[in-house]
């Protein structure tokens, strides 16, 4: 018999109209799974707002408070203070904002609750572009990618900007806890939201989730896809806790990047010399990834 580790209950219901291969259910379902229902979500425009559903109609077995781009953070540490002045000490406040939503436009939020070590955690679904208002390039879009903001012709266009450091950015700024995780390492998800939610203060959960339009990829592929972004090293799954690095999930022989790109139509314009640099890009940072862990557990 194997031995299940996941939990059995679903706060995420049948019914919610998120594309097929779509990763934010699946995140939703795991952030959930890990917390319990004796939790707010605190969700500003985006997928992850829409895909729940209109009233009457609700897909989700907890409260959502529905709120505005830029305070995702902020509002989140005022359901906190709320609660606090209830005395209610049992339950989690979330807030869930896209890569759109956190690296652009919730920055400042996010920064200001990270100052005030704010108790709450906040969960970025970095599907790599504002997808819900059709694929425009975001800050956390990689370099390579079509977006209808960076479109290809003749050979050129795509992005060339690299993801936003965001994770860096708050470490310095003091996070108490930051993680990556990935909706195709389930286990490793859960076990890192609860990891998140008996530290006290600000925890950032950086976690990626594939947009089957957005990558332009076959919805059956989305969690290969979504596995072979950590297995090549393109997004490594590590944590950050009292300022000290580790990695969460070890990579022994790191496949090369072509692998990920190659499944994609949104990475399909990259010539050989493109992917190549793609390749050495994700070596240099990887290094650093690793020197980090080095440096800061000695
Ligand atoms: C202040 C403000 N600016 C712009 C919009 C329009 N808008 C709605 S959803 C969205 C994209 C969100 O992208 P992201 O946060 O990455 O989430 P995703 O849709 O990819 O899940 C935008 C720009 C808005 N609702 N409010």
């Known amino acids: 018999m194997p031995k299940f580790t996941i939990p059995k209950e679903e706060y995420v219901c049948k019914g919610h109209s998120a594309c097929p291969g779509c990763g934010t ?3 939703l379902r795991y952030t959930l ?6 939790t707010v979500l605190n969700i500003p425009a985006g997928c992850g707002g829409v895909i729940l559903g209109v009233w009457p109609s609700y897909a989700l077995k907890v409260p959502v408070v529905d709120n505005a781009f830029e305070c995702t953070a902020a509002i989140a540490d005022g359901i906190r203070a709320g609660f606090d002045v209830l005395g209610v000490k049992d339950a989690y406040v979330v807030g869930w904002a896209g890569d759109g939503g956190t690296v652009d436009i919730g920055l400042q939020a996010l920064s200001a609750a ?3 070590n704010a108790n709450i955690i906040y969960v970025m679904l970095d599907n790599e572009a504002y997808m819900n208002t059709g694929i425009q390039k975001s800050g956390c879009t990689p370099i390579g990618a079509w977006t209808t903001t960076t479109p290809v012709a003749n050979g050129k266009g795509w992005n060339t900007s690299p993801k936003k450091r965001i994770m860096e950015m708050l470490v310095a700024n003091g996070i108490a806890y930051g993680a990556t995780v990935n909706v195709a390492y389930p286990e490793d998800f859960i076990a890192r939201l609860r990891e998140a939610k008996d530290i006290k203060g600000t925890k950032f959960i950086h976690a990626l989730a594939p947009c089957t339009p957005g990558w332009r990829i076959d919805p059956r592929k989305s969690i290969e896809v979504a596995r072979l972004a950590t297995q090549t090293g393109i997004f490594p799954l590590y944590k950050v806790e ?3 690095y580790s990695l969460t999930k070890e990579i022994k022989n790191r496949k090369p ?3 990920y790109l190659r499944l994609q139509g949104r990475f399909r314009h990259l010539p050989e010399e493109a992917i190549n640099e793609i390749q050495r890009l994700v070596d240099e ?3 650093r990834l690793l020197k980090k862990i080095k440096e800061t557990n000695e």
């Open 25 to 27: 259910p699946l995140a």
């Open 33 to 38: 799974k890990a917390l319990g229902k004796r």
């Open 114 to 116: 990270v100052d005030r």
């Open 242 to 244: 009292n300022g000290k």
């Open 257 to 259: 990047v072509r692998e």
């Open 285 to 287: 940072e990887y290094a």
